[in-house]
C-alpha cells in the first residue's frame, strides 16, 4: 500500500526559499504539467493569478522575463482546485471524544482549524463550515470556527455557516435572535436543518427572511423526503439572491422516478443548487444513499458534492477529501469522470460565489496537481497531490509505492515513484 503523508511544500528558487514562503505577488512558474485535454504546458502564476500557459519549456526560455521560483510538474495532471461546500468545522475529528462532544472554544478552534489544513491537503483551497449556534454551545463554537478561519488566511478561505436549531414558535424567538447575532459576528452564509424543527416550513420560511435582510446565501440541510415541502421552498427561495442551497437530500433517491424529475424541475426553475455527500451524510440527516445526482443534472439543477462528517460521530472514518467523492460518483453512481471533478470544482466553488477557475490566463491561481496523466486515473489513484491557492504552493503530499525485487517486477517494468531496496 501506498504510504501517504504530508510534507512541507519544496520549490527550487535562486534563493533557494521555499515557495509557501513566498508572498502572494511573487511569480511562480508550474513546469511541464499535463492538462486534461492532453497537452503537455508550462504555468506562469502572478498577483495570486494565471499570468500565461504556454507549451512546456516555453515560458521559461530566453527572451521571457525569469520567475522567482519553479515547481517540477512533470509526471503531473494539472487541476482547478476542489472546493468543499459542506463541512463541520465545530464537530470534525471528534470522534474520539470521551462523553459530550466537547465545545471548549479552544478545542473547537484547533479541531476546525486542523481540519481545514487537512483538507487543504487533499486539494480543498476554499471550504464552507457549517456550525450550530445556540444550545449549549451559544456562540461560542461559532467564534471559536471564525477565529481558525483568521488564523488560516493566506493558507485557505474558510466561510462558515450560522445553524441555528428552532426558529418557529415560542422557543424560536431566542433562535432568530442569535441567527442575527451569528451574522454581526462574522457568519456569512444562513442555515440550519428545518427537518428539526417543529414546523420545517416556517424554519425554511424564518431563514429566506433572515437572509434577505442581510443579503446572505442560505443553505439547509434536509434529507429531502417531503416533496410538497421542497416544492414549496423553491417557490418561497425562486429569485432570491446570492443563492439557496440544499443538502445532502439523499431521501430524493427513495422517491418515485416521477415525483424525483417534477421536485428536480422546481429546483432547477428555482435556481436552488443540491450538496450531495457521497461519503456519507452528517449529523440531523439520514446517512445512507446520496441524492439522485444523474437525474437532478439533468433537469438543470447545480449539483456540488461535500465531504459531510470528518471523523466525528455521524462518520467516524469520514477523510473529508473531495477526490473522494468524485471518485464515489464516477465509480458508484454513473458520473463521467469528468462530470464527478466538476462536483467537486466548478460547481462546488459555484455554490460557494466563488470566481471560476480555469488553467488559463487570467484566472485565479488555485489549482492542484495529481500524480497521474488522466483525470479517470487520477480519481483513482489520487496519491500524491501539490496544492496551489492564492497563487502559491500551501501543501504537499507525496506517497511511494515500492516492491519487493523480483524478476517480474523487473522483467515488466512496473510504474514505481521509489527505488529504494524492500526487504
Known sequence: MPDSQPQPPHSSSPSGASSAGRHEGADLLLCGARLTDGRTVDVRLAGGRIEAVGT???????????CGARVDLG????LPAPAEPHAHGDTALSADADGPLPYDPRDVQRRATEAALLQLGHGATALRAHVRVGDVQGLGALAAVLQARRSLCGLTELTTVAMPRVLTGVAGAEGLALLRDALKMGASVVGGCPDLDPDPTG?????????????CPVDLHTDATDPARLA???????????????????????????????TADQLAAAGVAVVCLPQGGCAGVDRKGTAPVRLLRAAGVRVAAGSGALRDASNPVGRGDPLEAAY???SRYGLRPEDAYDTVSASARAVLGLPEVRVEAGFPA???????DRLAGALSLAYSRIVVHGGRVVARTSAVREYCNSAAAEELGLPRQGRGQVP
Do not use: D
Open 56 to 66: 512546456a519549456g516555453s515560458l521559461a526560455a530566453g527572451g521571457t522575463r525569469a
Open 75 to 78: 509526471g503531473y495532471l494539472l
Open 203 to 215: 424554519y425554511a420560511e424564518a431563514v429566506l427572511e433572515v437572509a434577505s435582510e442581510h443579503g
Open 232 to 262: 414549496r421552498l423553491a417557490a418561497m427561495a425562486g429569485g432570491l439572491r446570492p443563492g439557496v442551497t440544499l443538502g445532502p437530500c439523499a431521501g430524493l433517491g427513495r422517491l418515485p422516478a416521477e415525483v424525483v424529475s417534477r
Open 328 to 330: 464515489l460518483l464516477a
Open 366 to 372: 488555485e489549482l492542484l496537481a495529481v500524480r497521474g
